[in-house]
Antibody
């Protein structure tokens, strides 16, 4: 069965970076886009962008350019999102999801930015 | 960016009632390929979202047929017939026709 397994919660200091992972299983990793979504506690969903593991192509929402960097390791079927220059406004849940149809989601990972 | 206006922000319904949620977009969601990429998601409390409906009216795998989606162009509706306790949570619409993708602000469904 299709699964997206995300890495564990992160506690980071302002100005540092965190690298989140999303390990895919149960389907051909290189055939589907991976989308990343942000949700601040009690708030709505915000689209960060996507990576297509088939060719490494990426797209970033304007707001997240320079903040997020997507990569993918096809040997381990894992997508990554590096969040840099962290500020308290980056404290949120981050989800990965498969494709524009959002048919499968990771369980989410909480990132807390605090000194 | 496409603005998705979702209403109402909250609903309180009794088990067995039917409800509708509206999502209106600031631009047509018909893609150049002819498809309309409008999805509906449900986020149960403390959970990640799960997909209910894709391309306006297609029921996701395993989703009960109490859920249905209708609409076209800029005006979309999710209907839940015979609400059950497991339906509580926040409903989100999301357009995937235009980049950046954008979400509605959510509708919180509570059970009376």
């Amino acid at each position: 069965q299709v699964q997206l397994q995300q890495s564990g919660a992160e506690l980071a200091k302002p100005g540092t970076s965190v690298k989140l992972s999303c390990k895919a299983s149960g389907y051909t990793f290189t055939s589907y886009y991976i989308y990343w979504v942000k949700q601040r506690p009690g708030q709505g969903l915000e689209w960060i962008g996507y990576i297509y593991p088939g060719n490494g192509g990426t797209y970033y929402s304007e707001k997240f350019k320079g903040k997020a960097t997507f990569t993918a390791d096809t040997s381990s079927s894992t997508a990554y999102m590096l969040l840099g220059s962290l500020t308290p406004e980056d404290s949120a849940y981050y989800f990965c999801a498969r494709s524009r149809y959002f048919d499968y989601w990771g369980q989410g990972v909480m990132v807390t930015v605090s000194s | 960016d496409v603005v998705m206006t979702q209403t109402p922000p909250s609903l309180s319904v009794a088990i067995g009632q039917s409800v509708s949620i509206s999502c209106k977009s600031s631009q047509s969601l018909v893609h150049s390929d002819g498809k309309t990429y409008l999805n509906w998601l449900l986020q149960n409390p403390g959970q990640s979202p799960k997909r209910l409906i894709y391309q306006v009216s297609n029921l996701g795998s395993g989703v009960p047929d109490r859920f249905s989606g209708t609409g076209s162009e800029k005006d979309f509706t999710l209907k839940i017939s015979r609400v059950e306790a497991e339906d509580l949570g926040v409903y989100h619409c999301v357009q995937a026709t235009h980049v950046p993708l954008t979400f509605g602000s959510g509708t919180k469904l509570e059970i009376k």
